[in-house]
């Protein structure tokens, strides 16, 4: 059953937008500090909680250093998708720059910005810019539902970083 | 000592070129027949013999089908350097699509299409283009004697097709 604040506090959501012909910008409020949003972002023990929207999700590799490597294993109902790439940048705790590639389209490779900004009430926001070779690339992703997977996963960090607080 | 057959045949250099400002676009045509360049670029055993530029190369993984990585060490007097990547589209014996990544600069991924023409008189035309994410990017690895590594490599592999005949 939901209190009182729950039900009046705005639900936080993604804004997504298109700063460019290949890029794509998202960003999303968190109700909790920086450092606990970063936490949630770079421990693979917590990260694995909502990476995968609720599913279950094998972290076969995270090397979360300037050149590192990271893979992940998405089980999804409809399916089993594995994610990798490299880390570019790792600056804690406010940015990682990585590359981001999808087993389903291999050798599509984009790149992702990621920034957690202190918003100084004890919330985070957290901008994340993915540049693609094509803007059929852009769009592809766009249409492939990414926007609502980044809302799943954000909906299930949400609830993780109450129980962290 | 040159023959002289040798001595007044017209060199093959790579021609390069800017079809973009993203781009990079090589040719470089070989006196060989296609199936023998596809060789040389394919079997692991004979692209260690050239690709390092007569360096000593370490192929650790080449899986070379869709979704297939890999990495070569190339062990230079100046120093050791790992490439690797991922490939796209294998169709033998014309065309390799890859992404194509140095460690020095890790994360940042461009993306290599690669074609052989049979040129119809023994000869092989080999064109390769490559997609960067920026024209920085672009810059960057044509100020890094991109051209002058190509020409070193194709050289010996020159040589190299002339032993498989």
Not at 110 to 128: K, N
Not at 135 to 143: A, F, I
Request: with cysteine; net charge negative; glycine share 10%.
């Amino acid at each position: 059953m939901m209190t009182q604040t729950e039900m009046t506090k705005p639900a936080n959501k993604v804004k997504a937008s298109t700063p460019s012909e290949r890029e794509v910008r998202t960003e999303r409020i968190f109700n909790a500090p920086r450092e606990r949003v970063w936490k949630a972002f770079t421990d693979p023990k917590l990260l694995a909680q909502w990476w995968g929207r609720g599913n279950k999700l094998v972290i076969e590799r995270m090397e979360l250093v300037r050149g590192g490597h990271w893979r992940f294993v998405e089980h999804a109902p409809e399916g089993v998708h594995g994610f990798e790439g490299r880390y570019r940048e790792v600056t804690p705790p406010e940015r990682i720059v990585q590359s981001f590639e999808w087993d389903g389209m291999p050798g599509y490779v984009c790149i992702e910005t990621m920034t957690l900004e202190d918003l100084g009430d004890g919330r985070t926001r957290v901008v994340s810019t993915t540049l693609f070779h094509t803007k059929e690339e852009r769009d592809g992703m766009l249409n492939s539902g990414m926007t609502e997977g980044l809302e799943q996963g954000y909906a299930v960090l949400d609830r993780l970083l109450e129980t962290m607080a």
